[in-house]
């Protein structure tokens, strides 16, 4: 899906926890999650918590999508 | 005189079309459809003895009965070769040729040679382990594909020298094979001229081809200035619906996708939005979607300026079990409709 989005020439970044698997099947932005069920908000830790993780997550990927890149990039994360 | 056995599904093997997909496995003595041209190409030295047929459907969805099956009627039978197809573009017919190929050439090793349009599935799943030759769309090219498939056999069973799979016409199986040049050039004098060839611009061809991936160009990144007065759309492949799945999208090997209105939405909220998703535990997302489709997030950003907003629908489906060709074909879809919407920033979770 990733790929066929971006041949149509949309930016498009990809929030996946398999990235491996994100870069085996051709997306060129990724930024990492936190696993599979839950990829932006563990709720095993407080609701603050998870806010704070999904909003820096997110806004890494806004980064990404305004960052040249000239290969198939994994965008670093802080929390 | 050697002899060779073919497997065709019901459509090649004239039992009938779709509607006898699910057609046992039989094998019958002699020549049945392509197989009277694979005996003609193989000429004297090689007789194509019987035909085997089986529907695609059966194949697909009884696969191990079908394969027991198969290789209980070959069993005591004497080939030297066994063929597949070909499959030309028929997705089911190709991951057949392969099952029923590796399975035969396992048991019984004796070679086997299918062939398959290189937009069959069947291609990907079986090209390491098999000689799959680059066939047609269509049954169009059956002479064609059946004669390449036929000479590459006759050289097999001669025991030819094998040229690479370029030159031979099949599919690369990602084998390196070392070989004594003739006339012999060291492998200094060769890279240098390698070299050479590169600063000069002119084509030259590496010795260690490494496969390639198929990558799209990447998409140019949009400035800080533009992306705060784009809307982004979110795309995910974690399955959040709208609870009681209006659009019934499958919860595993999923055809279907849906867009939902968010445009009134702050938040994705509990008993309002779910996963369908069967390939991990709901829990969590069912409690808070955000965490899959974090539209909460994305409403600060729009509220800091940062984004112009959020694309009023939010696209999903599951990717579970999904196949690369329906995800690339629900992909291509929904790039469709947001091209038509002017949207040009996309996030995708997946899960």
Known sequence: MNK????????IVQMANLIPVAKTVGANRMVPTISIPYP?????????????????RVGVALDALTTEVDEQTVFKVKI | MKKA??????????????????????????????AMELNKQLGDEVEVTHTIICGDNFMGSRQEEAINTILGFLEGKEFDIFFAGPAFRAGRYGSACGNICKAVQDKFKV?????MNDENPGVEMFRKELFIFKGGASAAAMRNDVKAMAQFGLKLIKREELL??????????????????????????????????????????????????????????????ELSKLEVAVVTSGGIVPVGNPDRIQSASATKWGKYDISKLEDLVKGEFMTIHA?????????????IVPLDALRA??????????????????????????????????AAELVEAGVKAVILTST
């Open chain 1, 4 to 11: 066929e989005i971006e041949k149509a020439g949309i930016t």
């Open chain 1, 40 to 56: 932006l908000g563990d709720p095993n830790t407080p609701k603050e918590q998870q806010w704070k993780l999904r909003y820096h």
């Open chain 2, 164 to 225: 690479p799979a370029e030159e031979e016409g099949y599919f690369g199986r990602g084998i390196r094979k070392q070989v004594w040049l003739n006339p012999p050039v060291v492998a200094t004098e060769r890279v240098i001229d390698m070299l050479l060839k590169k600063v000069h611009g002119q084509p030259f061809e590496t010795e260690l081809p490494i496969p390639k991936q198929d990558l799209v160009p990447i998409a140019k990144a949009l400035t800080a200035e």
């Open chain 2, 5 to 34: 056995i073919l497997y065709l599904n019901q459509f090649f093997g004239q039992i009938g079309g779709e509607e006898l997909a699910d057609h046992a496995p039989e094998i019958r003595e002699g020549l049945v459809g392509p």
């Open chain 2, 301 to 334: 950003y729009e509220k800091e300026g940062k984004i112009g907003g959020v694309y009023k629908y939010f696209y999903s489906t599951v990717g579970t079990g999904t196949t690369q060709a329906e995800a690339a074909r629900m992909g291509k879809e929904i």
């Open chain 2, 279 to 291: 390939g991990f535990d709901p829990m969590a997302a069912n409690n808070d979607p955000d965490v």
């Open chain 2, 111 to 115: 070679p086997t040679i299918t062939s």
